[in-house]
Every structure is written in C-alpha cells, then in structure tokens.
C-alpha cells in the first residue's frame, strides 16, 4: 500500500511536484501493455492519479524515471543526427518519406481494388448462375408446353421441340452444376434437377414410343372393323336375294353390335375413358356371339365363308382394342409421371431460383462493404498521408530555414560591425556549419 508520507519513498514533501509525475509512471509500468510506456508516462504523470490499492518501490520508482527519459534522448539523438546530415541529404530523406508514403498508399489501393474486384467477379459469377437458373426455369415451361401440343396434336415438330428444350435443359444443369461446385446445397439441388429431368426425357421417350404403337394398332382397328361390316353387308344381301330372312336378319343384329362396339372403342381412344372402352368390349363380345349363332344357322356355302371371315374380323379387332387398351394405359402413366415431374422440376428450379438470389443479395453487402470499407481506408491513408507530408516539409523547412536565417543574422551583424556575436551552428558537419565556421573565420579576422 502506498503510505501517506512520502518520506517512505525517499522523498521529502518538498520534492512531491517532482514524485507525482514519477509515480504516475510507476502506475503506468504496472498496467500499460504499450512498447512506448516512457513517452505515454511522461506526458500523462501530471493527470493519472496515485491509488491507495497500488504498491510501488523506489527501484520502481527508478526505472519508471529512467523510461520517462529514454524517449526524449532518443528524440534528441535523431534531431543531431539528421542536422549533421547535409541539405541535400534532408531534402532527399524528406521528398523520399513523402514518395514512400505515396507508394504505400498506392499499394494499399492496388490492394483493396483486388479485392474489390474478387468481390464482383463472384458476384458476376453469380448473377450469371442465376440468369442460366431462369433460363432453364423457362426451358422447363416451353419443354412443357411443347409436350402439351405434342399429346394434343401429334405433331412431330412439337415433339422435336420438347425434346430439344429437354436437351438445352440438360445442358445448362451441367454448367451450373460446373459452376456451384463450392457449394454442396447447391450441387445436391442440381443433382436432383438432373435426376428430374432425365426421367422426364425417358418418360416422354416412353410416351412418344407408345404413340406409335398405338398408331399402328388402331391402324389395325380401322382396317379389320370396316372388313367385317363389309361382309356382314354382303352376307345381308345375299340372303334377301335368296329369301333367308332369318339369316339376313342375324347378320343385322351382328353388324348392329359390331358398330356399336366400333362405336365407344373411337370414344374410348378419344377420351381414354374406361368405361366407353367396357361398352366396347361388351358389344363386340355381342357381335361375336351372334356371328357364331348365325354360322350354326347358315347353309350357303358364300355366307358360311364371309360369316367365318367376319367371326375372324371380330376377334381380330377385340385383341387389337384389347391392346390399344394397354398401351394408352401404360402411355397415359407415363404422362401422368411427366406432369408429376414437370410440376417437381419447376418447384426445383425456384428453390435453386432462391439460393442464388440469397447467395447474389449475400455478395451484394459484401461488395457495398468492400467499396465502403475502400473508400474510408484509401481516404485516411490519404489523409494520414498529405497531414505526414505537411508536417514533414514543414519540420524540414523550418529546419532549415532557421539554420539559414542564423547565418543571414551572423552576416548582418558582421557587416554592421558587430563583431561580439556569438555565431550558432559550428559544429554542425554540413553546409550550414560550414558557413558558421566561415562567419567565425571572418569575424576573428576582423577583429584581428
């Protein structure tokens, strides 16, 4: 604890002007953690304050003074050292601070562009991601719709169109799977897009192989049910004109359910519908029953071979229709996937739409903060630097303009005739010492 007399430090109360300052120090040589602490106590000894909870040493007290004094030697030590160098020298060593301030504040500069620069370039990079996450987001809808006309027209040109998109789709997944590779919530987004599209290109591949069997099926449809009727009306008139009512008749009621079945099966491949496809089947099933009925009935050799023929047609027809069935079925599956997929692919796209939005606004602060933070760097390097430039041309020129105002005094008294002068600056080794000692040649001369 620090006692209330002085005296316990060696020092009389005559001399506290002299220990507070000291003592300030002390206090500063226990808490500060600055490579300065002589300079920062020195100046501070007049306001820091004793406390009663500090204990302090006259060896503390020694090196205390000690630090307090070694900043203003050293200062002193520089000041002679650079008057001894010669003008030439201190203007070189100034107008080379202000040079090396001057490149370092460029340097600083180059720097923070760089990284400025870095900033936009991601950020370009990233705009550029999300410009091709919208274009696919769009392909996705063309890729779509041209499916839609495709199922409802059958045209081949809207199916090399999806197809087209399809492929454009997967292409662009592929770069920016290419690009977002330091991002894995990223990659496993287009991972799974890939996946999606992919198996909407092998559903659609499905889809437009089904559509050409079904084409060729139906081409069978409407080649054997026309070759039926043709010889039910055959076995018709043949039996009026033979007076066989009864197996004209017959061969009505067989024709009458042949169309029928005909019938639901064109709305059932219109509409798709299950049950126009039951009516169907259940006419046919009709149609062949009674076809059967009337051969068992039948004597004329003609209509026993066209009956034959048509009961042929009529199964025919039944396993065509049976298989038209399956394929639509199996195609209509594959479109249901594709609109399932379609609707996944685009809920996708907006996902991956969102992170590169977060990510681009991310890069956005981060560039406004960049280009601030640049700004306050670069305007305080400046500033430090034109106030450094200021203070050391003005150091150096009241420097020498001191020395040389001594000289031009030294002369104006010599030439007055003042010859008890005492002339400042011998000992300096450059050209204001020279002429000093040059003004006390003079002046011993003229004394002399």
């Keep these: 604890?620090?006692?209330?007399?002085?005296?316990?430090?060696?020092?009389?109360?005559?001399?506290?002007?002299?220990?507070?300052?000291?003592?300030?120090?002390?206090?500063?040589?226990?808490?500060?953690?600055?490579?300065?602490?002589?300079?920062?106590?020195?100046?501070?000894?007049?306001?820091?304050?004793?406390?009663?909870?500090?204990?302090?040493?006259?060896?503390?007290?020694?090196?205390?003074q000690r630090r307090c004094m070694e900043g203003p030697r050293m200062s002193r030590i520089m000041t002679r050292r650079f008057q001894g160098l010669s003008i030439k020298k201190q203007i070189g060593i100034g107008v080379g601070s202000v040079?090396?301030?001057?490149?370092?504040?460029?340097?600083?500069s180059i720097v923070m562009t760089v990284q400025i620069s870095r900033v936009f370039d991601r950020y370009s990079g990233t705009a550029h991601q999300a410009a091709l996450v919208s274009a696919v987001e769009m392909d996705a809808f063309e890729a779509r719709l041209a499916v839609m006309n495709y199922a409802t027209s059958e045209d081949d040109t809207h199916r090399d169109a999806a197809l087209e998109t399809i492929r454009s789709m997967l292409e662009k997944e592929t770069e920016i799977q290419a690009q977002y590779g330091d991002d894995p919530e990223v990659v496993e987004a287009v991972g799974a897009l890939r996946q999606d599209l992919e198996k909407y290109r092998e559903h659609f591949d499905a889809y437009v192989g089904l559509q050409a069997e079904r084409h060729k099926?139906?081409?069978?449809?409407?080649?054997?049910?026309?070759?039926?009727?043709?010889?039910?009306?055959?076995?018709?008139?043949?039996?009026r004109d033979d007076g066989d009512s009864m197996a004209g008749y017959a061969a009505g009621v067989v024709q009458q359910n042949l169309l029928l079945g005909r019938f639901y099966m064109e709305r059932f491949l219109l509409q798709n519908a299950e049950r126009a496809f039951l009516e169907s089947r259940n006419f046919l099933v009709i149609a062949r029953e009674k076809s059967e009925a009337l051969l068992s009935e039948l004597e004329n050799p003609?209509?026993?071979?066209?009956?034959?023929?048509?009961?042929?047609?009529?199964?025919?027809?039944?396993e065509a229709a049976e298989q038209v069935r399956q394929i639509i079925l199996e195609r209509n599956g594959h479109f249901d996937e594709m609109g399932v997929l379609g609707s996944k692919i685009v809920s996708d796209l907006e996902d991956l739409q969102?992170?590169?939005?977060?990510?681009?606004?991310?890069?956005?602060?981060?560039?406004?903060?960049?280009?601030?933070?640049?700004?306050?760097?670069?305007?305080?390097?400046?500033?430090?630097?034109?106030?450094?430039?200021?203070?050391?041309?003005?150091?150096?020129?009241?420097?020498?303009?001191?020395?040389?105002?001594?000289?031009?005094?030294?002369?104006?008294?010599?030439?007055?005739?003042?010859?008890?002068?005492?002339?400042?600056?011998?000992?300096?080794?450059?050209?204001?010492?020279?002429?000093?000692?040059?003004?006390?040649?003079?002046?011993?001369?003229?004394?002399?």
């Design 217 to 239: 099926v139906v081409a069978v449809l409407s080649s054997v049910g026309p070759k039926a009727r043709k010889s039910l009306s055959v076995v018709m008139v043949s039996a």
């Design 1 to 64: 604890m620090i006692s209330d007399d002085p005296k316990a430090l060696g020092h009389s109360r005559s001399d506290i002007s002299i220990w507070l300052p000291y003592a300030s120090c002390i206090f500063h040589e226990h808490t500060a953690e600055q490579p300065f602490r002589g300079v920062s106590c020195c100046l501070a000894g007049n306001f820091v304050g004793l406390t009663e909870h500090q204990e302090f040493s006259n060896t503390d007290l020694g090196n205390a």
């Design 302 to 318: 003609a209509r026993i071979k066209l009956t034959e023929k048509v009961i042929a047609d009529i199964s025919a027809y039944r």
């Design 354 to 448: 969102s992170v590169t939005s977060e990510r681009e606004s991310v890069l956005e602060r981060e560039a406004s903060d960049a280009t601030e933070f640049v700004l306050i760097v670069v305007a305080v390097a400046g500033l430090i630097g034109f106030v450094s430039a200021v203070v050391l041309g003005a150091w150096i020129g009241r420097f020498l303009s001191n020395g040389m105002n001594h000289s031009i005094s030294a002369m104006t008294d010599l030439a007055d005739g003042n010859l008890e002068i005492e002339i400042s600056g011998q000992d300096l080794p450059n050209e204001l010492g020279r002429m000093a000692r040059a003004l006390v040649v003079f002046r011993d001369n003229a004394l002399e």
């Design 99 to 108: 040079v090396l301030l001057l490149i370092a504040i460029s340097v600083l």
